[in-house]
């Protein structure tokens, strides 16, 4: 979810969820060592959290200042990414790579804890490469469970390091769910969450049975609304689902406000363009929040022009008359 899940983008996931924890693009330990550390780690502590700092890198000692900073900075967890495939990360030696090296993963997990009070958590792949022995992934957990974590967020797909890109390491690595279920049987103890393909309530609420949680990527961020249903049908929340007008009216103000601050508008709604999918007239919508003609006008303006290209595009029912 690298340049996705930015500030702008929690901020609309948590006007559609108040518990889901939400979690930053993963940032890297030694960006936050020698960066812009407010760039970084700047957020709405009223408008998103809960939320997760996800890191990466593989030094103990720079991944302790890292997530120093960030439990400083008010973050609720810190995660240890160790399942990105990307050839960047690879050059980085973290990621993926780190499933090779659970002892790294085990010391750097040390480390972080020692550092700071909130829980450090990872969250990995069940494999690297062809590679699919199950017990592969369960000495990388036992390893790593041993330094203090106590959660891991299993993304039920091996990562191949070599001829897939990113992209196609989401899709051509088989799923295998029961990887991950059987991780929970064999560590009762620990969190298992499970990550990797899950698209509606229905194929979330098919996993919990067999595990603690569920981790939403794509499937949230490109049907957004469905994050709608999560408070009441796994948190027990009943309070009443926004309308959709509502949440877009929310989102003008606040690209207003950005927008105020520097920020142009468009860097915030080209989060939320999923916001109508499936919907009569939702992709004339997203033209024209897309429309690049537009990033002169007022959010105001363009919602309106949205709204009224979407109800122009509905389909008008009529009944004839009978003589």
Known sequence: MMEW????????????????????VMITSGALR???????????????????????GSEPDEL??????????GYDE??????????????????????????TVADG??????????????????????????????????TVSEAGCEVFIVHARNAWLQGLSPKENREIPPLRYEVVHRLKRDFPQLTIVINGGLVGLDAIEAQLPHVDGA??????YHHPWGMASWDACFFGDAHPVPEREAVEAQMVRYMEAQ???????????????GLWNG????????????DHRLKAESPATVARLADEARRAARPTLTMEATP
């Open 64 to 73: 302790a200042l890292a997530a120093r900073l960030g439990a400083q900075w």
């Open 109 to 142: 997990v040390k480390a972080m804890r020692d550092a700071v009070d909130i829980p450090v958590t990872v969250k990995h792949r069940i494999g690297v490469d062809r590679t699919e022995s199950y017990d592969f992934v369960r000495d990388f957990v036992g």
């Open 34 to 56: 020698h960066g812009d550390v407010p760039k970084h780690l700047d957020f709405d502590h009223d408008g998103e959290q809960p939320v997760a700092l996800q890191l990466g």
């Open 215 to 220: 981790m939403i990527g794509r499937d949230a």
């Open 78 to 103: 810190i995660n240890l990414n160790c399942g990105c495939p990307s050839e960047r990360v690879q050059k980085g030696a973290f990621g993926a790579c780190l499933m090779n090296e659970p002892r």
């Open 259 to 273: 927008q105020a601050a520097g920020v142009p508008w468009a860097h915030v709604a080209r989060h939320m363009l």
């Open 5 to 24: 899940t930015d500030r702008h983008c929690r901020h609309f996931h948590r006007l559609l969820t108040r518990h889901a924890r939400l979690y930053t």
């Open 279 to 290: 919907e009569p007239g939702a992709r004339r919508w997203r033209q024209v929040w897309s």
